[in-house]
């Protein structure tokens, strides 16, 4: 089963709106990952949140991470019809953890 | 080289033969991974391989599937006797160590494979 699990499943907004993404997991984790895929293809890495953190930010990105929860969101700000792809979170499985288990991921549509 | 490559692109295969695709990682990563994503959906992980150590093949699906990785170079992921559901994309990506230890994944684009 999947660790982590994106909501929503797809999302459509305009130009210059915010995106938030949601990603619930299973297990412990040491960090916890978002990745960003265009056309179906190779995934690029977009940030990294350590499990002692609660917030970071990059550029037009803000992760949040509530461990108690188990939950993670994804903030893209100012949204732009480039950022118009599929969004995926992805969890270490914690201190033996070895490899990334990715979730479904959301397809975000930014309408221009 | 400057990111991971992946040969093919593209492959059509008809249902039955054997299949080899092929990833060259980032110089210096030690971690490479296999996964498969079927259209629309998350990524399906198949293997793992980690410096010299014995790979980890727990994700792999059937007997038909199977994967070499030279050292800390080149790996290949070889399918026999191809089937319809074998039909996906197959991404290969590399780190400088396990997830766990804080390092993202670089991916390759991925081989695209259509089983006819």
């Known amino acids: 089963s999947q660790q982590g699990e994106e909501d929503p499943q797809a999302l459509s907004i305009q130009e210059g709106e915010n995106a938030t993404m949601n990603c619930s997991y299973k297990t412990s984790i040491n960090n916890l990952q978002w990745y960003r895929q265009n056309s179906g293809r190779g995934l690029v890495h977009l940030i990294l949140i350590r499990s002692n953190e609660r917030e970071k930010h990059s550029g037009r990105l803000r992760v949040t991470l509530d461990t108690s929860k188990k939950s993670s969101s994804l903030l893209i700000t100012a949204s732009r019809a480039a950022d118009t792809a599929s969004y995926f979170c992805?969890?270490?499985?914690?201190?033996?953890?070895?490899?990334?288990?990715f979730g479904e991921g959301t397809q975000l549509t930014v309408n221009p | 080289g400057a990111g991971v490559s992946q040969s093919p692109s593209n492959k059509v295969t008809e249902k039955g033969k054997d299949v080899e695709l092929r990833c060259d990682p980032i110089?210096?990563?030690?971690?490479l991974y296999w996964y498969r994503q079927r259209l629309g959906q998350g990524l399906e992980f198949l293997i793992y391989f980690q410096g010299n150590s014995a790979p980890d093949k727990s994700g792999l699906p059937s007997d038909r599937f199977s994967a070499e990785r030279t050292g800390e170079s080149v790996s290949t992921l070889t399918i026999q006797r191809t089937q319809q559901e074998d039909s996906a994309v197959y991404l290969c990506?590399?780190?400088?160590?396990?997830?766990?230890?804080?390092?993202?994944?670089?991916f390759g684009s991925g081989t695209r494979l259509t089983v006819v």
């Open positions: 992805a969890t270490d499985g914690g201190t033996s953890g070895s490899r990334l288990t």
């Open positions: 110089s210096g990563h030690t971690a």
């Open positions: 990506a590399s780190s400088l160590a396990p997830a766990r230890t804080n390092y993202g994944y670089t």
